[in-house]
């Protein structure tokens, strides 16, 4: 099981498909939850409860959902080694935003139900199928064309993209690995316009760009 807070986030759980064991609430601030085991709490026991130090208003323990089988009929987001929750947070909201229903991570990419990596997803997590994998295995499994990002990569924006394929993320420090590199069939980039000090972009603000491309030209 896993843990969960903030009135948003456990909320949009028990809307989806996500089973409840338990949730913890200062008040009667939710809706639909009359058929979920609930327990009232004092504002003071939340917050002992709580791994933030401002809790808000409701904390939930909730059940591993099942792993469900990666639907290659459109775009699948891979991402090899991401470690900030924070970065996967992000990405998974924009998959949730861009209609990518499927996210590939690699084994070492940080888990999903990371208490950081949940509150940044906003709920979104509810909507998009993560699976963690053997990327290598995976790609190779694949009949889908593999894009990887670089920093020395064509200009994503000239660049012609089909109507599904696999976006490769790479870790933020080191980029994509060596082993999914010799994988990549075709490598893009975000052409850059500033100074050239700038080494490089966040990673999930990269995703930002280069799904909005691939819906606004491969879709």
């Known amino acids: 099981m896993f843990v969960v807070e903030g009135l948003?986030?456990?909320q949009e759980l028990l809307d989806s498909n996500f089973e409840a064991h338990i949730i913890y609430t200062v008040g009667d601030v939710l809706d639909n939850a009359e058929h979920i085991n609930t327990e009232l709490v004092s504002e003071q026991e939340l917050k002992r409860l709580s791994n933030l130090k401002s809790p808000n208003k409701v904390l939930g323990v909730f059940k591993f959902p099942k792993e469900k089988p990666v639907d290659?009929?459109?775009?699948?987001?891979?991402?090899?080694?991401?470690?900030?929750?924070?970065?996967?947070?992000?990405?998974?909201?924009?998959c949730d935003w861009f209609g990518i229903q499927h996210l590939a991570c690699s084994n070492n990419t940080v888990d999903c139900f990371n208490p950081k990596v949940l509150q940044a997803t906003m709920g979104s997590i509810t909507r998009v199928n993560i699976v963690y994998t053997d990327l290598v295995q995976f790609i190779n499994e694949s009949s889908l064309s593999v894009y990887g990002t670089f920093m020395d990569g064509d200009n994503v924006h000239t660049t012609s993209l089909p109507q599904k394929g696999i976006l490769?993320?790479?870790?933020?420090a080191n980029g994509i690995s060596s082993a999914i590199e010799a994988l990549v069939e075709h490598r893009i980039s975000i052409p850059q316009f500033?100074?050239?000090?700038?080494?490089s972009l966040n990673v999930a603000t990269a995703t930002a760009i280069f799904l909005n491309e691939i819906k606004r030209t491969g879709s």
């Open 168 to 172: 490769v993320m790479g870790n933020e």
């Open 72 to 94: 290659q009929q459109g775009w699948v987001l891979a991402l090899d080694d991401v470690r900030d929750p924070g970065n996967l947070g992000t990405i998974i909201r924009l």
């Open 194 to 199: 500033g100074d050239q000090r700038t080494e």
């Open 8 to 10: 948003k986030t456990v």
